[in-house]
């Protein structure tokens, strides 16, 4: 054993440790601008070439929010995993629909569609579905997906739209908003009882409740009405021929019809030898209203022209004058009154 320690010692010791000697410096670079040095050096004053340090990297900002996207996205994928395995689909919905928006990864989406087909929701599923095969062309589940993509596609109905007006009307199905005619894709829903709605401004607003048969196309047809915004007016008068002016300008005679905007005008109307008539109209939009116009007639009161002696202040006291004479005549020429006497009354009577 010694002898062999012996051996084992001299080998060892008899082995040359050979060390790395380190490699010489390059000698300097000569220059004579700074232009020769290439980036992040200069030249000196003794013409070499002279690196620059590094800038300085800035602390960190503590007020600098963390960026903990990631692992809060992760947080809500396991849970809507979870909460899809126990059958709690709307919550798995949830939950992943919060995890896509901090982490948009493609099998979220894919989790996504599978959680809208769970609910029925097969127009959304197969959007959800295309979209994980658009964005994951080469996974390991894409033929997989595909397969539930026709699935889904053969449970919808395509809806075929034939409306008036044919542009700008937007679409809800049971509630859902779909987008604006014309739109971009064909519009597909589930079998069964659906509701449409269709909105433009400037029109009245339609519903129309359908029921979807799987494999039938649908033909949706609308025909949306203007909302009003005039409204009409008649105005009549027994004077023939009065003239009307609305608002401050004359628009004709009497009768007319004249589709006025809703709300106060002033109306008046006029005619020869009559009171002109000036009041406030009101017009009701989309309705049509009867004016009728009474003018009142102008009397006008003609005095004769009678000759001088006629009149009453050249009358009046000549006829004083003349009752004057006749009560002087009368009182001239009234008998006397008898003599009272003895004679009996009727004794001067002539048989």
Not at 21 to 45: E, F, L, R, W
Not at 94 to 100: H, K, L, M, N, R
């Amino acid at each position: 054993m010694k002898i062999l320690g012996l051996v084992t010692m001299f080998v060892v010791a008899g082995v040359q440790v050979v060390r790395a000697q380190p490699a010489p410096a390059p000698a300097p670079q000569v220059c004579k601008v700074s232009a020769d040095c290439g980036a992040n050096a200069v030249c000196t004053a003794e013409g070499q070439c002279v690196k620059l340090p590094p800038p300085a990297t800035p602390p960190p900002d503590p007020n600098k929010p963390v960026d903990d996207s990631a692992a809060k996205a992760k947080v809500h994928f396991d849970n809507g995993n979870a909460l899809f395995a126990e059958g709690n689909y709307a919550g798995a919905l949830a939950e992943y629909t919060a995890s896509y928006k901090l982490r948009p990864l493609p099998i979220v989406i894919k989790n996504i569609g599978l959680s809208q087909q769970r609910l029925f929701l097969y127009v959304e599923a197969l959007e959800s579905l295309q979209k994980y095969v658009d964005q994951a062309p080469d996974a390991a589940d894409v033929a997989e997906t595909k397969t539930i993509i026709v699935e889904i596609r053969n449970l919808l109905v395509e809806v075929r739209l034939a409306l008036i007006p044919a542009a700008g009307v937007l679409i809800k199905v049971d509630g859902r908003e779909i987008g604006k005619t014309p739109l971009p894709k064909s519009l597909l829903v589930a079998a069964g009882s659906r509701t449409f709605e269709l909105s433009i401004d400037g029109y009245e607003a339609a519903t129309q409740t359908l029921t979807v048969a799987a494999g039938t196309p649908l033909d949706l047809k609308a025909e949306l009405k203007l909302i009003p915004k005039t409204g009409k007016i008649r105005i009549t008068s027994p004077v023939l021929r009065a003239t009307v002016s609305i608002d401050g300008k004359p628009v004709g005679i009497v009768p007319l019809e004249v589709e006025l905007s809703g709300g106060g005008h002033t109306l008046e109307v006029i005619a020869p030898d009559h009171q002109p008539h000036r009041g406030e109209l009101v017009v009701t939009v989309g309705q049509t209203r009867d004016v009728a116009i009474a003018l009142d007639k102008i009397v006008v009161l003609k005095t004769a022209n009678k000759p001088w002696y006629k009149k009453w202040y050249v009358v009046a006291p000549i006829g004083v004058v003349v009752v004057g004479a006749g009560v002087g005549t009368f009182i001239a020429t009234r008998p006397e009154d008898p003599i009272a006497g003895t004679l009996a009354p009727g004794a001067g009577k002539i048989q």
